[in-house]
């Protein structure tokens, strides 16, 4: 992965409870145009853990990795948590002037303010490793049907995650707020969402990221999907990603 590639490279960060292999029918729809790069954040997948999680320790783990890989010039996309993470390397890069983030595509992402999650749902998600409470997250964050490989993947992905991140996004990540550096990013941005998201809500997207992103940001609406784009509907969100890169 770390030699020349002609193609335009896509960096894919995925969802909280998912790895890397929650992107792969995606990639597999865009590969044949797009180097795709599919990333397990730290703690999740095959990743180690970091011994201190943060938004910035995060996107700081996952640039060097990159670098290490010498991917230079990419697209990143951010789904819900990856979302966030994928805002925290752009501002990074944009201020250390690297220019290595080109665009940025946040799919669903939690918000860069805090992201509202029910107490009551913070208390049950705090239940892990647990098959059952796995199957309910699944279950809730989704409106299609889950083919067997993607629901038992959602499932598999979520019981492995390691215990301190899972705690820390939970009870810490997801009321860390980096609005303020957020708003002042150039480089192109198009949110996708859902009416029907029943995790980041159409309302939290409109009333918690759109505000606290810069006002060049082009936004996608959609119905008819949940939460867990990849895994729900993998040819619409290639479809959607292709057609932002085509976009000068």
Not at 104 to 132: C, F, G, N, V, Y
Request: proline content about 6%; overall charge negative; hydrophobic content about 40%.
């Amino acid at each position: 992965m770390g030699e020349q590639n002609e193609k335009p490279a896509l960096v894919f960060l995925h969802y909280f409870g998912g790895s890397s292999q929650s992107w792969k029918w995606v990639a597999q729809l865009l590969s044949d145009r797009y180097q795709c790069i599919l990333i397990d954040q730290p703690g999740f997948g095959t990743e180690p853990a970091l011994a201190t999680p943060s938004i910035q320790s995060f996107a700081g783990h996952i640039a060097e990795q990159l670098q290490s890989l010498n991917i230079t010039g990419y697209t990143l996309i951010g789904h819900s948590m990856g979302g966030k993470i994928a805002m925290q390397m752009a501002v990074d890069d944009q201020r250390a002037e690297f220019d290595r983030v080109k665009r940025l595509i946040l799919i669903a992402p939690s918000p860069p303010s805090t992201e509202r999650m029910p107490k009551e749902e913070q208390l049950r998600m705090l239940i892990h490793p647990d098959r059952e409470q796995a199957e309910t997250t699944v279950k809730n964050g989704t409106i299609k049907s889950l083919a067997a490989e993607q629901h038992d993947l959602a499932v598999y992905t979520q019981m492995i995650v390691e215990e301190t991140t899972w705690r820390w996004w939970i009870k810490e990540g997801i009321n860390h707020s980096i609005a303020d550096a957020v708003r002042e990013l150039q480089i192109p941005i198009t949110l996708i969402a859902s009416k029907d998201d029943p995790a980041v809500t159409y309302q939290m997207t409109t009333e918690d990221a759109i505000p606290n992103l810069p006002l060049h940001t082009k936004m996608i609406s959609t119905e008819g999907i949940g939460h867990l784009f990849p895994l729900e509907d993998a040819d619409w969100t290639a479809a959607q990603i292709s057609a932002i890169e085509s976009t000068v």
